[in-house]
């Protein structure tokens, strides 16, 4: 069963940056294709950003070219680097991994919170 920790959340001034951890145990994890979502209040969780096992990354529009997806396949974790935030980048944020079959796991961790306010 996979687990994940996601880290690095905390409180930004708009413009400002952060890096997210999210470490993942269970299966080999450099099989699997890797994402973020965000969930803001009263709003449906978003899958900002996806790396591939092959390193091919995707994004949402309204994180490209502010947001950037890696993984440490030695460390078993996924990265997601956020510059220039803006308010509406709050949310808590959220690792999966995507499954063989194509869909995403239904194990999901506690998040890490991202509020961006001046």
């Known amino acids: 069963q996979v687990q994940f920790v996601e880290s690095g959340g905390g409180l930004v001034q708009p413009g400002g940056s952060l890096t997210l951890s999210c470490a993942a145990s269970?299966?080999?994890?450099?099989?699997?294709?890797m994402g973020w979502y965000r969930q803001a209040p009263g709003k449906e969780r978003e899958l900002v950003a996806t790396?591939?096992?092959?390193?091919?990354?995707t994004y949402a529009t309204s994180v490209k070219g502010r947001f950037i997806i890696n993984r440490d396949n030695a460390k078993n974790t996924v990265y997601l680097s956020m510059n220039n935030l803006k308010p509406e980048d709050t949310a808590v944020y959220l690792c999966?991994?995507?499954?063989?079959?194509?869909?995403?796991?239904?194990?999901w961790g506690q998040g890490t919170q991202v509020t961006v306010s001046s």
């Open positions: 790396i591939s096992s092959g390193g091919i990354k």
């Open positions: 269970g299966s080999i994890f450099s099989m699997y294709a």
């Open positions: 999966n991994r995507r499954q063989l079959d194509g869909t995403w796991s239904n194990h």
